[in-house]
């Protein structure tokens, strides 16, 4: 049975792509950036739920509509192209919320845990000086004493609600 060959030679290629490192570590083509890919599905599933965390949903539309709204307001605090954004926020729908608009904003987004201890964080925003900080207020404490803006996105979140209403 060993020299009986039951692959044609396409399928002993493709075995050997699925099977070589290499093709795990090139580069994807990107089509589009990510906001672009975001957009056009936010406007073709406006009402879609988008994101799903801990009993709460929000669908494209204001996901769209958060992360715009974020997006302005670390730009008017000097994010964009070149900067970078810190992200001090628990595993929640609000840190998809502002993972989303850090990367409409142009700006690179830096991912603090907030698990870490207090000098790796100090140590993070030191080494990559962020322009901005989002957290929340309960996390706000742990940025003391570092020379960043802190927004505050609970309290950003309340302001949007009460301007809507």
């Known amino acids: ?15 050997f792509d699925w099977g070589n490192r290499a093709v795990l570590t090139n580069a ?9 890919l975001f957009a056009a599905q936010a406007t073709r599933s406006r009402d879609a739920v988008a994101v799903a965390f801990d009993g709460r949903q929000m ?19 000097g994010a964009g192209p070149g900067q970078r954004v810190a992200v001090l926020l628990p595993r929640s729908a609000d840190s998809v919320v502002a993972i989303l608009a850090v990367l409409k904003s142009g700006a690179a987004y830096l991912p603090i845990d907030p698990l870490h201890p207090d000098a790796r964080i100090r140590f993070m925003l030191a080494d990559a000086e962020p322009t901005v900080a989002v957290t929340t207020t309960e996390l706000a ?24 209403s």
């Open 1 to 15: 049975m060993s020299s009986i060959d039951f692959l044609d030679e396409d399928e002993h290629a493709e075995l």
């Open 28 to 36: 994807a083509r990107v089509s589009a950036p990510v906001t672009e």
């Open 59 to 77: 669908s494209y539309g204001e996901l769209d509509e958060l992360s715009n709204r974020l997006a302005h307001h670390l730009v008017g605090l």
């Open 141 to 164: 404490g742990r940025l003391d004493g570092c020379d960043i803006h802190v927004v505050d996105f609970a309290e950003l979140r309340q302001h949007n609600e009460q301007s809507a």
